[in-house]
Nanobody, 126 residues
Framework: QEHLVESGGGSVQAGGSLRLSCTAT????????MGWFRQAPGKEREGVAF????????YYAALTEGRFNISKDIAKNTVYMKMNSLKPENTATYYC???????????????????WGRGTQVTVSS
């Protein structure tokens, strides 16, 4: 059974919006932080935005430039990331990730997240 199920990727023109969803199908109660990494071809995986499931804390990487918003629906075990005013440089595969251990998000590294989704492609054309 897949642990994290993503949806919402697709192709849009620059300036458009997309909303990504990530639902934890099992062990949602164990997650402290959930959010999104992204990886473009030939580049390292980088953190985008994260939310603390047990409170109100959020984290946004500088790359979001105030255009992204992360939110959660605890009853649905789902995290959302709304991406507005998308740019071609936002093109990447976006991966949902969840952490169980530790309350501190930093240092933000992929290897500190135990659970991953398969990834959803976001393509922004100019």
């Amino acid at each position: 059974q897949e642990h994290l199920v993503e949806s919402g990727g697709g192709s849009v023109q620059a300036g458009g919006s997309l909303r990504l969803s990530c639902t934890a199908t099992i062990y949602a109660y164990k997650h402290n932080w959930m959010g999104w990494f992204r990886q473009a071809p030939g580049k390292e995986r980088e953190g985008v935005a994260f939310i603390y499931t047990g409170g109100t804390s959020t984290y946004y990487a500088a790359l979001t430039e105030g255009r992204f918003n992360i939110s959660k629906d605890i009853a649905k075990n789902t995290v959302y990331m709304k991406m507005n005013s998308l740019k071609p440089e936002n093109t990447a595969t976006y991966y949902c990730a969840a952490r169980e251990r530790g309350n501190n998000l930093q240092p933000l590294r992929p290897d500190r997240f135990e659970h991953w989704g398969r990834g959803t492609q976001v393509t922004v054309s100019s």
